[in-house]
């Protein structure tokens, strides 16, 4: 997969292939790197939520973030912004969790104002918007102070509707 100076894909399209560790961080080639989810993945709304919250708990929110941005790319227009911001949160996570309080406050605020306007398809697949801007506010207000942030992860459904739970 390997192209000149870049790794790409069939198509000619741009793809690391570097493994990464848990937090999505590039190994040097030959490393032995985390499981990846594959990229281009079309899940159902279900499978998606219920895959990405199995990432985020397990300590993994790089890899719930491929799961959500493949939902992003997806998921008709109408979904865009709750796709958007759920994988921009996990990156948020993942910035956190990397100890870049920057990155955790651009990227938690990038979150909050796409999750803030996903409307009907928020309800439609039952995620919590509301529980997630409070999850999110005391996150970036901590990594605004470069104070410690709470890496616990986000419930991604509404109380009930998670079927997993």
Do not use: C, I
Not at 7 to 36: F, H, I, T
Not at 53 to 67: I, K, N, S, T
Not at 77 to 100: C, F, K, M, S
């Amino acid at each position: 997969m390997v192209a000149g100076d870049r790794d790409r894909d069939a198509a000619g399209r741009a793809r690391n292939a570097r493994p990464r560790d848990a937090l999505g961080r590039p190994l040097p080639y030959g490393a032995e790197g985390e499981p990846r989810a594959p990229e281009g993945v079309v899940r159902t709304p279900e499978a998606t939520l219920a895959e990405a919250q199995e990432l985020l708990d397990a300590g993994r929110p790089f890899h719930a973030h491929e799961v959500l941005e493949d939902a992003w790319k997806t998921r008709p227009d109408d979904e865009r912004d709750l796709w958007r911001g759920l994988a921009q949160l996990a990156v948020g996570l993942t910035h956190a969790a990397r100890g870049n309080p920057a990155g955790t406050v651009t990227l938690l605020g990038r979150a909050v104002r796409s999750l803030a306007t996903a409307g009907e398809a928020a309800r439609r697949h039952g995620v919590d918007v509301a529980g997630l801007l409070r999850w999110a506010e005391p996150r970036t207000s901590a990594a605004q102070a470069r104070g410690p942030v709470e890496l616990t992860p986000p419930r991604l459904r509404t109380p009930g509707t998670d079927p997993t739970r």
